[in-house]
T-cell receptor, first 115, second 111 residues
Framework: KAGVTQTPRYLIKTRGQQVTLSCSPI?????VSWYQQTPGQGLQFLFE???????NKGNFPGRFSGRQFSNSRSEMNVSTLELGDSALYLC??????????????FGPGTRLLVL | LAKTTQPISMDSYEGQEVNITCSHN???????ITWYQQFPSQGPRFIIQ???TKVTNEVASLFIPADRKSSTLSLPRVSLSDTAVYYC????????????FGRGTQLTVWP
């Protein structure tokens, strides 16, 4: 069974640009969560999607958005990039309804560098 | 606001048992505690999950006291390859479904 895949693996952008990251969950998984990881803030929850609906959202500005498609694949978009958006963006999928009792499986992440 | 607290770093030697404790004072009644391991430039990897008492699998044990306000990850006989960041995770209080991680514990295993 293939794991969680994320594309692209590495990305370099400049301030003011926008970026779209993609995540394909494990086959059969319906919940996809996104996290931002930086050395200073650790792993921070961005949002979670389940059956094409955003179910939970972390404390990030509106520049960060996402969506989920009918095949459970998910994308996240960051508009008007800032230097502080440089981070490792991680996607995680789980099989059922999500929540603390679920086991999340993480992808390798997309390393975004904003210049 | 951080909902879990872990030591920032720990050191150990090969062959020793390592115990990492996480505090989660605001854990909700229906929350589980999950631990992950992360190597540089990789996504976190699930290690173990529990609700109460003790859980054991092939790589670790998880001890959760009756009040569930803390948990301890136990790694038996660590090796150099266990050098990684270990995260404790639970759900934030009454906000159902919001998934938070602690700041992580950097475990360094020395030969």
């Amino acid at each position: 069974k293939a794991g969680v895949t994320q594309t692209p693996r590495y990305l370099i952008k400049t301030r003011g640009q926008q970026v779209t990251l993609s995540c394909s969950p494990i086959s059969g998984h319906r919940s996809v969560s996104w996290y931002q990881q930086t050395p200073g803030q650790g792993l921070q929850f961005l949002f979670e999607y389940f059956s094409e609906t955003q179910r939970n959202k972390g404390n990030f500005p509106g520049r960060f958005s996402g969506r989920q498609f009918s095949n459970s694949r998910s994308e996240m978009n960051v508009s008007t990039l800032e230097l502080g958006d440089s981070a490792l963006y991680l996607c995680a999928s789980s099989s059922g309804l999500g929540g603390a009792g679920e086991t999340q499986y993480f992808g390798p992440g997309t390393r975004l560098l904003v210049l | 606001l951080a909902k879990t607290t872990q030591p920032i770093s720990m050191d150990s030697y090969e062959g020793q048992e390592v115990n990492i404790t996480c505090s989660h004072n605001n854990i909700a009644t229906n929350d589980y505690i999950t631990w992950y391991q992360q190597f540089p430039s990789q996504g976190p990897r699930f290690i173990i999950q529990g609700y109460k008492t003790k859980v054991t699998n092939e790589v670790a044990s998880l001890f959760i006291p009756a009040d569930r306000k803390s948990s301890t990850l136990s790694l038996p006989r660590v090796s150099l390859s266990d050098t990684a960041v270990y995260y404790c995770r639970t759900t934030e209080g009454s906000t159902l479904g919001r998934l938070y991680f602690g700041r992580g514990t950097q475990l360094t295993v020395w030969p």
